[in-house]
């Protein structure tokens, strides 16, 4: 596979279940990030990871946990989420995380919690 | 923190139409990407401009930086084109891979 990818695309939940997203690059890209779209509201970066290390949080809440094993891999973990957590969520990388590379998208995930 | 417009918010046109979409920040920026989301929700990159034009097939751009906007151009539209096409920027000084996001243009090609 090329690209990023992601899994699942579509994921139903309730909300004092557990579950996570898988993000994948094939990029050999370093930095990775995960981005929030809801209904009607611009794309909100959630959290930057380069070689692994977090390095931006934008105040996202507790029950998103994300987890970056490898530079090629992240993960969402959630729990206990609301139903305002429904959104799609889109995973990326560029090469570096600095403004003067390229961010590539994932297909996205459609999160509904009930 | 630096602002992004996109404007038309929508734009309705008929198949072979042109049409041109406007992107205003309120800052420098160091970082410029076009994306255009399909309906499957799928962001594809069209361009990366902080300055200059860009050509690909029937999409141009162009981003004049000292005056704080970018124009995305599509010639001879096509059903295919429709979806939200998205200005993205990261401003001189932001977090690292931080791009902020305009609200986007729906576009929608008639047949």
């Known amino acids: 596979e090329t690209g990023v990818t992601q899994t699942p695309r579509h994921l139903v939940m309730g909300m004092t279940n557990k579950k996570s997203l898988k993000c994948e690059q094939h990029l050999g890209h370093n930095a990775m990030y995960w981005y929030k779209q809801s209904a009607k509201k611009p794309l909100e970066l959630m959290f930057v990871y380069s070689l692994e290390e977090r390095v931006e949080n934008n105040s996202v809440p507790s029950r998103f946990s994300p987890e970056c094993p490898n530079s090629s891999h992240l993960f969402l973990h959630l729990h206990t989420l609301q139903p305002e957590d429904s959104a799609l969520y889109l995973c990326?990388?560029?090469?570096?995380?600095?403004?003067?590379?390229?961010?590539?998208f994932g297909p996205g995930t459609r999160l509904t919690v009930t | 923190g630096i602002q992004v417009e996109q404007s038309p918010p929508d734009l309705i046109l008929q198949e072979g139409a042109n049409s041109t979409l406007r992107c205003n920040f309120s800052d420098s920026v160091n970082n410029l990407q076009w994306f255009h989301q399909n309906p499957w929700g799928q962001l594809i990159n069209l361009f990366y401009?902080?300055?200059g034009t860009k050509q690909n097939g029937r999409l141009s751009a162009t981003t004049v930086a000292t005056e704080r906007y970018s124009l995305l151009y599509i010639s001879s539209s096509q059903t295919t084109d429709s979806g939200v096409y998205f200005c993205?920027?990261?401003?001189?000084?932001?977090?690292?891979?931080?791009?902020?996001f305009g609200k986007g243009t729906k576009l929608s090609v008639k047949p």
């Open positions: 990326a990388s560029s090469q570096e995380p600095v403004v003067t590379y390229e961010q590539y």
């Open positions: 401009i902080p300055s």
């Open positions: 993205a920027v990261e401003g001189y000084g932001g977090s690292q891979g931080n791009l902020i």
